[in-house]
T-cell receptor, first 115, second 112 residues
Framework: NAGVTQTPKFQVLKTGQSMTLQCAQD?????MSWYRQDPGMGLRLIHY???????DQGEVPNGYNVSRSTTEDFPLRLLSAAPSQTSVYFC??????????????FGSGTQLSVL | LAKTTQPISMDSYEGQEVNITCSHN???????ITWYQQFPSQGPRFIIQ???TKVTNEVASLFIPADRKSSTLSLPRVSLSDTAVYYC?????????????FGRGTSLIVHP
């Protein structure tokens, strides 16, 4: 199993550009989520999904869109990139519907810079 | 959601035992305590989870007192490779979805 795969690993955007961060998991996990991590900060939840066709907002959803058309994939879209979105983005998944009992598996992250 | 408080940073030396305490005064009856470890340039990794008393696995031990208002992650005989950020999470099954919340964590630096 590859686990949670994120692409790309690095990305540089200009302000106003759009892009999609990809996340795929091969563990048949119901729960998937996106976090961002800024220097000296913990991880902040952007969006999450408890199953295909179901998504919800986390703590910092503004400027990001998500969709969950399949169990395996959970892409994160930046509609119009801003310098404030410069961050490291992590995708995570777990077996259950996001309860604390379920172990989260993280991808290796995408480092995004917006100029 | 129960709020957690951890030390921002800790220093230790190789071979020592390290104990990181997390305070969670308003933990709910159904809440579990989970610890994650994050190395630089990597996503967090699950270490251990418990509900009460003591849990031990091949990596760490988790001590939870009877009132469950705090918990202590114990790393035996640390090595340089244990240098990482450690996060304490508290939460449990609820009527809706649970949103795992990571604070700033504790940055552990292990010195030679």
């Amino acid at each position: 199993n590859a686990g949670v795969t994120q692409t790309p690993k690095f990305q540089v955007l200009k302000t106003g550009q759009s892009m999609t961060l990809q996340c795929a998991q091969d563990m048949n996990h119901e729960y998937m989520s996106w976090y961002r991590q800024d220097p000296g900060m913990g991880l902040r939840l952007i969006h999450y999904s408890v199953g295909a066709g179901i998504t919800d907002q986390g703590e910092v959803p503004n400027g990001y869109n998500v969709s969950r058309s399949t169990t395996e994939d959970f892409p994160l879209r930046l509609l119009s990139a801003a310098p404030s979105q410069t961050s490291v983005y992590f995708c995570a998944s777990s077996r259950g519907s996001g309860t604390a009992l379920e172990k989260l598996f993280f991808g290796s992250g995408t480092q995004l810079s917006v100029l | 959601l129960a709020k957690t408080t951890q030390p921002i940073s800790m220093d230790s030396y190789e071979g020592q035992e390290v104990n990181i305490t997390c305070s969670h005064n308003n933990i709910a009856t159904n809440d579990y305590i989970t610890w994650y470890q994050q190395f630089p340039s990597q996503g967090p990794r699950f270490i251990i989870q418990g509900y009460k008393t003591k849990v031990t696995n091949e990596v760490a031990s988790l001590f939870i007192p009877a009132d469950r208002k705090s918990s202590t992650l114990s790393l035996p005989r640390v090595s340089l490779s244990d240098t990482a950020v450690y996060y304490c999470l508290v939460g449990g099954p609820s009527g809706g979805s649970y949103i795992p919340t990571f604070g700033r964590g504790t940055s552990l630096i292990v010195h030679p």
